[in-house]
């Protein structure tokens, strides 16, 4: 019974309103029995239970009355109007109790008022009823009537208790009403978290679907990259094997024994790959890797010149790995369009970059023709996937070429992609 009496009382326990609701409902409600009481004992009415202690009482009620139905019905979204009814109610109620009690002890309900038109009306508003109240006591300390309790006290010490209680209700007001703010400042705060949450829900299915496409397409260059340049050695030798098979049947032979080793190193890139996929990869050597993707290259026709110069140890393995596939894409194109003789290989690896150098003494093309190569309208990958590579790790492509003038591709990675530049004249 007790519970549901509470419960029907402030049904919003956790609220900043039940705070307000609960404080003033207990400071009437120990007034208003001290009030009772006094008037009780105090022999205004002969040791007998009348109509003033009745009426006190139910105006007390009342009083409590109007304060949880205005928290806890009308919260914030009372109108100025309501509001200032509500507080004028408060005030008749209270001054209602002041003439029926006989005791003039009633008069310390009047900070109700004020501390009401805090909350309803506005701080300073509060404050200036709570002013008019204390000019009002002072001006007439004996104001209850008949006064047989106040009469023992002087003017000053009634007007210094009233201001101390004034004072004490609108300093509570202030407490709880920055309690309140910081309640709704933190519902605020949660209602933007979870807002935040349920974006960060969205934005990470999008970033699982932009991973899922990265992922494919670093798959993509893979395969074209390791895959395509073993099939391209592989047609370059068998078309090699059919050519010499009638006027040179041994290096005919010679030619297919290549074209079954590339396909080999092919079968072992998969392999390889997919155990990368699997464990994260073992140690990658860049000198050793190119070393083996020349040894398996034709040098009848085609020569290649290999220099590698600096500590790789420094350097991660997607910079590495980056040089080492653009390497292998270049001689690729080199044997398919170049017709070239010779190809200079030079890798640099520096403290703060490593650059790569490609060179060719071989047919050309114009540079203007660049443009419609990285578009690859044909379904080509091979320089729009060079592009990417490199700009993933935060690297620049440069390639120059003319007709009959042979092409030079230079790449240049930072050693460490992940570092932001310095600001110019940062220290």
């Known amino acids: 019974m007790v519970e549901k009496l509470r419960y029907w009382f402030n049904p919003h326990p956790d609220t900043e309103g039940a705070l307000r609701l609960g404080f003033i409902a207990s400071y009437i409600m120990v007034i208003g029995a001290l009030v009772v009481y006094t008037n009780y004992v105090s022999g205004c009415d002969s040791g007998v239970v009348s109509f003033p202690l009745w009426g006190i009482a139910g105006l007390l009620m009342l009083l409590v009355l109007t304060e949880r139905f205005e928290i806890v019905r009308l919260a914030d979204t009372q109108p100025r109007q309501n509001a200032i009814l509500l507080v004028v109610l408060r005030a ?40 008019a109240y204390w000019m009002f006591v002072s001006a007439n300390a004996f104001i209850a009537n008949g006064a047989r309790l106040l009469a023992n006290f002087d003017r000053l010490t009634i007007t210094v208790i009233f201001t101390l209680l004034t004072i004490f209700m609108l300093r509570i007001a202030d407490l709880i009403d920055r309690e309140m703010r910081r309640a709704q400042h933190t519902r605020e705060l949660l209602a933007r978290l979870e807002t935040s949450h349920r974006q960060l829900q969205a934005y990470a299915s999008q970033v699982a679907e932009l991973a899922t496409a990265e992922e494919r397409n670093r798959l993509a260059r893979d395969i074209h990259d390791s895959v395509g340049h073993h099939l391209t050695a592989i047609n370059i030798q068998l078309e090699k094997a059919i050519a010499f098979r009638q006027r ?107 650059r790569m150098k490609l060179q060719d003494d071989g047919a050309g093309f114009d540079s203007r023709e660049l443009a419609r190569l990285t578009a690859f309208p044909d379904g080509s990958f091979g320089l729009q996937g060079l592009i990417e590579r490199v700009e993933l790790v935060r690297g620049q492509m440069i390639i120059n070429s003319d007709p009959q003038a042979g092409t030079e591709l230079t790449v240049v990675i930072p050693r460490n992609p992940a570092q932001l530049p310095q600001l110019a004249g940062a220290a």
Request: proline share 3%; aromatic share 6%; glycine share 6%.
């Open 92 to 131: 008749v109620l209270v001054q209602a109790i002041v003439w029926l009690d006989c005791t003039g002890l009633a008069i310390i309900l009047y900070p109700v008022v004020p501390f009401a038109a805090y909350f309803s009306l506005g701080k300073i508003t509060g404050r200036i009823v709570g002013l």
């Open 248 to 354: 040179d049947p041994d290096q005919a032979d010679q030619s297919v024994r290549d074209a079954k080793a590339s396909a080999e190193a092919a079968l072992q890139d998969v392999r390889e790959s997919v155990g990368a996929l699997r464990q994260g990869g073992d140690t990658f050597s860049l000198r050793q890797s190119l070393a083996e993707l020349i040894d398996r290259m034709d040098t009848t026709v085609l020569s290649v010149d290999l220099r590698v110069q600096g500590d790789e140890s420094t350097f991660s393995r997607p910079v590495l790995t980056t040089l080492y596939r653009v390497a292998q894409e270049g001689l690729t194109n080199v044997q398919k369009h170049a017709a070239a003789h010779h190809v200079l290989l030079d890798i640099d690896l520096g403290v703060k970059e490593a």
